[in-house]
C-alpha cells in the first residue's frame, strides 16, 4: 500500500511539473507581433454557434481571432486572409464558412478571402492552408494557442509564419482552465507524436 502510495505521489508531482513547464512554453508566445510586408493572413478555426449558416456565430475565442484578422486585412487590403477549419461534431457548418461570413459582414471582400473546410485540429489547418500561403504569412490565434500553433509550423517547414497572438479577453476562471488545460493535452500531444 505504501508503494502504491508513493507511486500516486511521484505521478502526480510529475504532470504537476509538467503541466508547469507546458505553461511556461505557452506563455512565452503571448505577446508575438507580426512585421507589416505579410501577404497572407492564416487563421485558425475555433467554436462556432448557432443552427445553421445563416444564424451562425463565432464563439468568443473564435471571434476574437476574427477581430485580428479584420484589422490586419484592412492594413494590408491585398493580403489573402485564409480561414482554416471543418465541421465540429457540435458546429452547425465549417468554421471556415461561418468565419468567412463574419469577415464578409466586417467589410472583408469575399475576393480577399480563401476557405479551407476540411481541417479537423492544428496540425490539419497548418497542413491543408499550405497551398495558399502567399509569402510572409501572418498566423492568428488566441494566446494560449500561438506557441503550440508555432511549434506545429515548424514541424511542418513553414518557416515563413509569423505569429499575432490575440489576448484572451474572458474573466471566466472555467474558460480561462479549459483553455489552458486544454493546451496543455494539446502540447503534449503534440511533442509526443508531432502533430495535433
Excluded at 505504501?2 to 511521484?10: P, Q, R
Excluded at 499550405?130 to 506557441?147: A, E, S
Aim: hydrophobic share 40%.
Amino acid at each position: 500500500m505504501k508503494k502504491i502510495k508513493i507511486t500516486l505521489m511521484l505521478l502526480l508531482g510529475a504532470l504537476i511539473i509538467w503541466s508547469g513547464i507546458c505553461l511556461l512554453l505557452i506563455s512565452s508566445k503571448t505577446h508575438s507581433k507580426s512585421s507589416s510586408d505579410y501577404g497572407s493572413i492564416l487563421v485558425l478555426g475555433s467554436k462556432i454557434e448557432g443552427n445553421n449558416l445563416a444564424d451562425s456565430y463565432p464563439a468568443a475565442a473564435t471571434k476574437a481571432r476574427l477581430d485580428a484578422a479584420v484589422k490586419l486585412a484592412k492594413a494590408r487590403p491585398g493580403s489573402r486572409v485564409i480561414v482554416s477549419g471543418g465541421k465540429g461534431f457540435d458546429e452547425p457548418v465549417t468554421e471556415a464558412s461561418a468565419m468567412a461570413k463574419y469577415l464578409k459582414a466586417k467589410g472583408i471582400p469575399a475576393s480577399q478571402i480563401i476557405e479551407e473546410d476540411k481541417a479537423s485540429d492544428t496540425s490539419e489547418n497548418l497542413k491543408f492552408s499550405k497551398p495558399y500561403l502567399k509569402g510572409k504569412t501572418v498566423l492568428v490565434t488566441n494566446d494560449f494557442h500561438l506557441y503550440r500553433s508555432l511549434y506545429l509550423a515548424k514541424k511542418q517547414g513553414l518557416d515563413k509564419l509569423e505569429g499575432e497572438a490575440v489576448v484572451s479577453q474572458t474573466k471566466n476562471p472555467l474558460l480561462w482552465t479549459g483553455y489552458y488545460g486544454h493546451e496543455i493535452l494539446g502540447l503534449t500531444y503534440a511533442f509526443i507524436f508531432g502533430e495535433g
